[in-house]
């Protein structure tokens, strides 16, 4: 049980356009979804965190019109990445958390690479 | 504020050896604890969590870990390394002073494992 799965698992455009990645919780209903994003051999960097139906909260140094998070019901989150640059290619994890506080389900990730 | 620290970056064992992952933690709080394993180009999978129970905590793959309050510890082990365990393995601890259930990553550890 407690799986996530994300797509796309990876994806390629060219700078300037808009790209959206899908989270979904298979098998529970996610109270809070959580965006990651990871640089290669670092932690984990907290992106965002969303609640289903209200506005995602941002965390420091994260542009929100950059990075725009739909949550639009206890399954699916989206994170679209609009405007894409090179500097915006990463390895996107997101999470689901059935409860208000606990462990989190991990995504596969996406890999976003803009040429 | 709360924090973990993984004490080491980078751990080599030989198969069959034992593994040993070290990880402080300062809470003001009684805390949640997690160990999670990440595989190449993949998300993160919950090894085994703490959550103020037994302090010998079990795992999946036959990880284990225990708390200690007087250390301050949540070190990882397992008394026999396996090829198939050489991932980056993180020490979480649940952000309890937000109040959002956001997680606080350690910075990681590189488990090699040699034949």
């Known amino acids: 049980g407690a799986v996530v799965s994300q797509h796309p698992s990876w994806v390629i455009c060219k700078s300037g356009t808009s790209v959206k990645i899908e989270c979904r919780s298979l098998?529970?209903?996610?109270?809070?979804m959580f965006w990651y994003r990871q640089f290669p051999k670092k932690s984990l960097m907290l992106m965002a965190t969303?609640?289903?139906?209200?506005?995602?909260?941002?965390e420091q140094g994260v542009e929100k019109d950059k990075f725009l998070i739909n949550h639009a019901s206890l399954t699916l989150s989206t994170l679209t990445v609009t405007s894409a640059h090179p500097e915006d290619s990463s390895f996107y994890i997101c999470?689901?958390?059935?409860?208000?506080?606990?462990?989190?389900?991990f995504g596969p990730g996406t890999r976003l690479t803009v040429t | 504020a709360q924090s973990v620290t993984q004490l080491d970056s980078h751990v080599s064992v030989s198969e069959g050896t034992p593994v040993l992952l070290r990880c402080n933690y300062s809470s003001s709080y009684s805390p949640s604890l997690f160990w999670y394993v990440q595989h190449p180009n993949k998300g993160l999978q919950l090894l085994l969590k703490?959550?103020?129970?037994?302090?010998l905590v079990k795992g999946i793959n036959g990880f284990e870990a225990e708390f200690k309050k007087s250390e301050t510890s949540f070190h990882l082990t397992k008394p026999s390394a396996h090829m198939s365990d050489a991932a980056e393995y993180f020490c979480v601890v649940s952000d309890m002073a937000s109040n959002t259930g956001k997680l606080i990553f350690g910075q990681g550890t590189t488990l090699q494992v040699k034949p």
């Open positions: 969303s609640n289903e139906g209200s506005k995602a909260t941002y």
């Open positions: 098998d529970f209903q996610a109270t809070t």
């Open positions: 999470s689901g958390q059935p409860g208000t506080w606990g462990e989190q389900y």
């Open positions: 703490y959550t103020s129970a037994a302090t």
